[in-house]
């Protein structure tokens, strides 16, 4: 399928289960690679709650990510937060390329004149 005729809609859920992956869906490999590697580092961040200790490669991430009982409402927001914005941004790209898409259907030489 050509990018013009790919529909937009799979890469809401595909933003949703991994960040990024939306915008790969559309063609922005750049941005989509950024904000997996920013959702990566939210998810380092919940993990061990602050940016250093992330980074600290004494504990095992998947060990402390798993530590579902210390897990507050704030540690998870900051990921939370990233995957909706990233969202967001998805859906704001598919609103530009549905409204570009829009607005140059009626130049179309080979329309009907209608």
């Known amino acids: 399928m050509s990018e013009l005729s790919r529909p937009i809609w799979p890469a809401y859920?595909?933003?949703?289960f991994v960040a990024g992956l939306g915008h790969c869906y559309l063609g922005r490999w750049k941005r989509g690679a950024?904000?997996?590697?920013?959702?990566?580092?939210?998810?380092?961040?919940?993990?061990?709650?602050?940016?250093?200790?992330?980074?600290?490669?004494?504990?095992p991430f998947v060990v402390t990510a798993l530590q579902f009982e210390s897990v507050s409402y704030t540690d998870v927001?900051?990921?939370?937060?990233?995957?909706?914005?990233?969202?967001l941004d998805v859906y704001l790209i598919g609103l530009t390329k549905r409204t570009a898409a829009r607005t140059a259907t009626?130049?179309?030489?080979?329309?009907?004149?209608?």
């Open 34 to 59: 950024v904000w997996f590697v920013l959702y990566g580092l939210a998810l380092a961040f919940l993990s061990a709650r602050t940016l250093s200790g992330a980074l600290d490669l004494s504990e």
């Open 77 to 87: 927001a900051v990921p939370l937060a990233v995957l909706l914005v990233c969202l």
């Open 106 to 114: 009626p130049n179309d030489p080979y329309s009907n004149g209608s």
């Open 13 to 16: 859920p595909l933003s949703a």
